[in-house]
T-cell receptor, first 114, second 112 residues
Framework: SQTIHQWPATLVQPVGSPLSLECTVE??????LYWYRQAAGRGLQLLFY??????ISSEVPQNLSASRPQDRQFILSSKKLLLSDSGFYLC?????????????FGAGTRLSVL | GNSVTQMEGPVTLSEEAFLTINCTYT??????LFWYVQYPGEGLQLLLK?????DKGSNKGFEATYRKETTSFHLEKGSVQVSDSAVYFC???????????FGTGTSLTVIP
């Protein structure tokens, strides 16, 4: 069966420090991968998505970046965190583009930038 | 373009009350429609889905019917429980396509 792992679960970082969040998927090949951010009490904001290795689409210009070094690995990074980067970060995956595809979510990372 | 408009919350109901959360969508082509649920501190879980007009998705007593004529996918449950307290998201994915479009979420609190 397919599983998605996201870590760390909780992170507290000072302003200006770097960030690296990792997401891996098991049990499937060539998944579509996504990073979302959810601010407190708000909806989901799509940050990046990827349909293959090295293929990253950015939805929101900001100081975050994403990379996909392997088929089932998706990394969210920042060189210098801002206070506004605080939030709940969710990784997700899906397969294909022919409709009815379900998106599966990781457990999320709670990031607090102080 | 593609978008989802969802009923504003928060919603507070007594146990065993009837639940409706409205969702309407705008899409190019024939999207698939979903309801996801998010319990506190967790990621989103698929609750139900429908892939074509007049399909009814159902799970755990929740139902939603894909209404193409009204571009709606309202979530209903006949008798809510305290354990249903969560945030509910309506979403769509276009056909073809690999992006998902989410509503802003509706927070539901069920009190005993």
């Amino acid at each position: 069966s397919q599983t998605i792992h996201q870590w760390p679960a909780t992170l507290v970082q000072p302003v200006g420090s770097p960030l690296s969040l990792e997401c891996t998927v098991e049990g499937t090949s060539n998944p579509n991968l996504y990073w979302y951010r959810q601010a407190a009490g708000r909806g989901l904001q799509l940050l990046f998505y990827s349909v293959g290795i090295g293929q990253i689409s950015s939805e929101v210009p900001q100081n975050l970046s994403a990379s996909r070094p392997q088929d089932r690995q998706f990394i969210l990074s920042s060189k210098k965190l801002l206070l506004s980067d605080s939030g709940f970060y969710l990784c997700a995956w899906s397969v294909g583009s022919s409709g009815g595809n379900i998106q599966y979510f990781g457990a999320g990372t709670r990031l607090s930038v102080l | 373009g593609n978008s989802v408009t969802q009923m504003e919350g928060p919603v507070t109901l007594s146990e065993e009350a009837f639940l409706t959360i409205n969702c309407t969508y705008t899409a190019t082509g024939y999207p698939s429609l979903f309801w996801y649920v998010q319990y506190p501190g967790e990621g989103l879980q698929l609750l139900l889905k429908a892939t074509k007009a007049d399909d009814k998705g159902s799970n755990k007593g929740f139902e939603a019917t894909y209404r193409k004529e009204t571009t709606s996918f309202h979530l209903e449950k006949g008798s809510v429980q305290v354990s249903d307290s969560a945030v509910y998201f309506c979403a769509l994915t276009p056909l073809p396509g690999n992006q998902f479009y989410f509503g802003t979420g509706t927070s539901l609190t069920v009190i005993p």
